[in-house]
């Protein structure tokens, strides 16, 4: 069936009509009031062979793309408790390990529900770790497919297989490692190589190698500070470049490799590039915006940047509400950003941004002042949001939208479809 928008603002632009057919935008063309009249008041309505969605002016944007989400620590919807985590990410493990079992509700419905009110907000692309350890073995994982199978119509999810306790601490992970590779885990994970492990040339080499056998891309979480964090990312360099990796490898956090010097920073952002590394960024508030890469300059070198919510409301932080826009808001107010054409970057980061990490041949950005994903030919992941302009539109953070995953209606009003 065929989709017709009308009457949306494309990234704040002219009023226009936006046809859809066969998941993918057929056309956008200047608004025609008599184009297709309004049939009730519902947010998509059949009208012969086509669904209209009515936009009421709003704004039209893609739909978000959340690359670094936690589906399986979740605690969405439950009641708020008291954080009880300490320093380190040991400890903070430690702590969820504790405590992950015992919530309110079991583990399935948790994950269910925050994937659905994440779709709901406006994100149909998800790129969601699921930790693996001796402790919960797949147990979480297996959370995390149940979930991508049940809401496989209204959105697409990418699975990590994440050690979060690392690869050698305990014995048996690697093994549990591959049993989730073998079940369909679509990236394989890492995590702080040198603070972790304390091996980071062996953790590197079981990384790489798994991701080799079996064909799938790499994400690693780099907490490590300073010269230490460049350290690790130098011995992924290395790897990147000697197995013709190009395209498959994403930094996730690493928000201290700007903390050394400008040369430092200007030769990781180049061989970024060169290699096709990408970023994943959480808008942390924790560290200084000096101590990261910079926003433009990674927009100027056209390295990949996306954004994500992380763990949402959880054992490891209170933070978190499954809104995307919110967390867009935080990206631009942790760097300072003033100027429109800034904060709307921010928003392309958290669309397009993350999209063309989850598939490296989708259309990047091309610096702080590109807008795509409007396009003929482009796909029909959309969401239609209310706002005067793209940046009121984060400052306000609204809630009359409408989301569009694979040119259908999958959510109106923050309510699944």
């Given at each position: 069936?065929?989709?017709?928008?009308?009457?949306?603002?494309?990234?704040?632009?002219?009023?226009?009509?936006?046809?859809?057919?066969?998941?993918?935008?057929?056309?956008?063309?200047?608004?025609?009031?008599?184009?297709?009249?309004?049939?009730?008041?519902?947010?998509?309505?059949?009208?012969?062979?086509?669904?209209?969605?009515?936009g009421?002016?709003?704004?039209?944007?893609?739909?978000?793309?959340?690359?670094?989400?936690?589906?399986?620590s979740?605690?969405?919807?439950?009641?708020?408790?008291?954080?009880?985590?300490?320093?380190?990410?040991?400890?903070?493990?430690?702590?969820?390990?504790?405590?992950?079992?015992?919530?309110?509700?079991?583990?399935?419905?948790?994950?269910?529900?925050?994937?659905?009110?994440?779709?709901?907000?406006?994100?149909?692309?998800?790129?969601?770790?699921?930790?693996?350890?001796?402790?919960?073995?797949?147990?979480?994982?297996?959370a995390?497919?149940?979930?991508?199978?049940?809401?496989?119509?209204?959105?697409?999810?990418?699975?990590?297989?994440?050690?979060?306790?690392?690869?050698?601490?305990?014995?048996?992970?690697?093994?549990?490692?591959?049993?989730?590779?073998?079940?369909?885990?679509?990236?394989?994970?890492?995590?702080?190589?040198?603070?972790?492990?304390?091996?980071?040339?062996?953790?590197?080499?079981?990384?790489f190698?798994?991701?080799?056998?079996?064909?799938?891309?790499?994400?690693?979480?780099?907490?490590?500070?300073?010269?230490?964090?460049v350290?690790?990312?130098?011995?992924?360099?290395?790897r990147?470049?000697?197995?013709?990796?190009?395209?498959?490898?994403?930094?996730?956090?690493?928000?201290?490799?700007?903390?050394?010097?400008?040369?430092?920073?200007?030769?990781?952002?180049?061989?970024?590039?060169?290699?096709?590394?990408?970023?994943?960024?959480?808008?942390?508030?924790?560290?200084?915006?000096?101590?990261?890469?910079?926003?433009?300059?990674?927009?100027?070198?056209?390295?990949?940047?996306?954004?994500g919510?992380?763990?949402?409301?959880?054992?490891?932080?209170?933070?978190?509400?499954?809104?995307?826009?919110?967390?867009?808001?935080?990206?631009?107010?942790?760097?300072?950003?003033?100027?429109?054409?800034?904060?709307?970057?921010?928003?392309?980061?958290?669309?397009?941004?993350?999209?063309?990490?989850?598939?490296?041949?989708?259309?990047?950005?091309?610096?702080?002042?590109?807008?795509?994903?409007?396009?003929?030919?482009?796909?029909?992941?959309?969401?239609?949001?209310?706002?005067?302009?793209?940046?009121?539109?984060?400052?306000?953070r609204?809630?009359?939208?409408?989301?569009?995953?694979?040119?259908?209606?999958?959510?109106?009003?923050?309510?699944?479809a």
């Amino acid at each position: 069936m065929n989709t017709l928008i009308r009457a949306v603002r494309p990234w704040g632009q002219a009023l226009s009509d936006v046809l859809i057919a066969d998941g993918k935008i057929a056309g956008v063309e200047p608004h025609d009031p008599a184009r297709a009249a309004p049939t009730g008041t519902a947010g998509a309505n059949a009208r012969g062979d086509a669904a209209v969605v009515e936009g009421r002016g709003r704004l039209l944007v893609p739909s978000f793309s959340d690359v670094h989400v936690h589906l399986d620590s979740t605690r969405i919807g439950l009641p708020f408790r008291e954080h009880t985590g300490g320093p380190g990410v040991w400890t903070m493990m430690i702590n969820d390990r504790r405590n992950w079992r015992n919530a309110e509700v079991p583990l399935q419905e948790r994950v269910n529900n925050t994937l659905g009110r994440m779709i709901a907000r406006g994100t149909t692309r998800v790129r969601s770790y699921a930790q693996i350890d001796v402790d919960c073995r797949l147990e979480r994982f297996e959370a995390v497919v149940a979930a991508k199978e049940r809401f496989k119509d209204q959105a697409d999810v990418d699975i990590i297989a994440f050690p979060q306790a690392g690869l050698l601490l305990e014995e048996g992970t690697v093994p549990l490692m591959e049993d989730a590779l073998r079940a369909g885990a679509n990236v394989m994970g890492g995590i702080d190589p040198c603070s972790l492990d304390r091996d980071p040339a062996r953790h590197l080499d079981i990384v790489f190698g798994l991701a080799e056998k079996y064909q799938v891309p790499i994400d690693i979480h780099l907490h490590e500070p300073g010269e230490l964090g460049v350290f690790s990312t130098d011995l992924v360099i290395e790897r990147t470049r000697a197995l013709g990796m190009q395209g498959k490898v994403t930094m996730s956090h690493a928000y201290q490799l700007g903390s050394v010097n400008e040369a430092t920073t200007r030769r990781l952002i180049d061989e970024f590039a060169e290699l096709d590394i990408s970023m994943a960024s959480v808008a942390p508030g924790s560290v200084g915006v000096a101590s990261q890469l910079p926003i433009p300059l990674l927009a100027e070198a056209g390295v990949r940047l996306g954004l994500g919510e992380d763990g949402q409301r959880d054992y490891w932080s209170p933070y978190g509400n499954t809104d995307m826009l919110d967390r867009t808001w935080q990206l631009a107010f942790t760097h300072g950003f003033r100027r429109d054409e800034l904060i709307e970057h921010c928003l392309a980061i958290a669309t397009i941004g993350g999209a063309s990490i989850l598939d490296p041949s989708a259309t990047r950005l091309k610096g702080t002042a590109h807008r795509p994903g409007l396009e003929a030919g482009d796909p029909a992941e959309l969401l239609l949001l209310d706002g005067e302009t793209v940046a009121s539109a984060i400052m306000d953070r609204g809630t009359d939208r409408t989301v569009i995953h694979r040119g259908k209606v999958v959510a109106d009003q923050l309510e699944l479809a």
